[in-house]
């Protein structure tokens, strides 16, 4: 059994900074890719940013120069650094860890909620 285990997510004042962490827990021991998505209230999820096994990232545009995001192979856990943030970033972010380019796990969702 695989489960995917976010934490890290909170309360924040804007401009504030947040690190949420993404961990895969069972008996697949490789990914393609580890990303991060986010849905706000009443809005569809959407995509946050990507990093591939090799390093590569993306990023949505909305994100870029504010967030970045890392991973460590070997403790398959993917991290996601949340700098300057804005009342605009507050969602529930998901995990998504994906070992083969069509198949992979989600994660429950940590809440990051971004208020004065």
């Known amino acids: 059994q695989v489960q995917v285990v976010e934490s890290g997510g909170g309360l924040v004042q804007p401009g504030g900074s947040l690190r949420l962490s993404c961990t895969v827990f069972?008996?697949?021991?490789?990914?393609?890719?580890m990303g991060w998505y986010r849905q706000a209230p009443g809005k569809q999820r959407e995509f946050v940013a990507r990093?591939?096994?090799?390093?590569?990232?993306n990023y949505a545009d909305s994100v870029k120069g504010r967030f970045i995001i890392s991973g460590d192979n070997a403790k398959k856990t993917a991290y996601l650094q949340m700098n300057s943030l804005r009342p605009e970033d507050t969602a529930v972010y998901y995990c998504?860890?994906?070992?083969?380019?069509?198949?992979?796990?989600w994660g429950q969702g940590t809440q990051v909620t971004v208020s004065s």
């Open positions: 998504n860890a994906m070992y083969t380019s069509s198949r992979g796990y």
């Open positions: 069972g008996s697949i021991f490789s990914f393609e890719t």
């Open positions: 990093i591939t096994s090799g390093g590569s990232t």
